[in-house]
């Protein structure tokens, strides 16, 4: 029999169909991609600053993995947002309250910038903040925020801890983010956010070495006193629990503080492996509970040491 018959045969046929589409399908096809990455009102302009499109407007390959995240993380910002807005009613039935981010471990602020440009350009009102160690990259987002005509957006260079502190910030922040912020500069954030009485967390964790050095350093000791230290024999099982238990010891921190937590993936796991986003709203209902568990797990785990000094707060303010 000819395979031209085959259902295999038809198959080689339309796989060369598709690899053959003209030029002008190929064009096509690009130009959908833009379309459904653009929101309403969106800057073009902002995404080809931040190398999303290129000059001619295409989609840049690169950036479509970053975007995805960005996107979605802006999603559940933005109904934290919409929350906080309806939470704290000011007078006149359209107007929105004046809402601040703080965003940490900016980057190149591709986070604040959409943010920006899809939710508080559109306001009279509302301030978002860049919290960057890197003085090149907060020199960059200033000089697009000014080009861009982002008036109420304010990069500064600090650390996470150190803005905790700075003058340059408010006394109260509404929103407290921080996507991929390094090892324990999450940790700082939620530090800030207690500090600024945030009413709203939305946190996607990086690499967290804290724990895991905590863990490695007290191995011998714990595997001769409990079988649980199995799960941290490995260096690699030791890095993988060590990010495990700093998010766990996280939430019940921020639950210990009256938040009420959510955890669940940013986006699907084949598009990065810093996927867990730490959602929490303030509720002001101190859980006991949870930090009785912050100091059962420390004791359990060896990391007295870790617990004492990141998650003390609540026992010092409350
Ligand atoms: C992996 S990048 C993520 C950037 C951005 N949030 C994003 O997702 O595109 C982490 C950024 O956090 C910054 N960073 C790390 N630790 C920091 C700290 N303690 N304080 C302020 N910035 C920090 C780094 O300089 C880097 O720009």
Redesign the pocket.
Known sequence: MKPSGTTAGKAVRAGKAAQTVSPGGRQAARDQQVAELLRPGQSIALLQHLHILTREGQLNQDSRR?LK??YHLYQFIETLLRELAQSRPVAGADVVPDLSVA?????????GFILYDLFFKHLDSGQVYG????SD?VDKSRALAAQLGFTRMHFLD??????AHSALLPPRIDLVS????????TD?AIAFGLAKQARAFAL?P?CQAEAARHLGSNKALMLSRTPLAELWRHPLHTRELGSQITNVLRCLYLEANGYQVTVTELVGWEHSMKNELILARYTGQKKHAAAQRIQEIGAQFGLKALVDTRFTWRAENS
């Open positions: 970053k995240q960005v965003d940490h471990g900016a980057g190149k602020s591709y986070l919290i960057e160690s890197r990259l600090l650390t996470v801890a150190e803005s921080a996507l991929h912020a390094c090892d324990s500069a700082d996607v990086c």
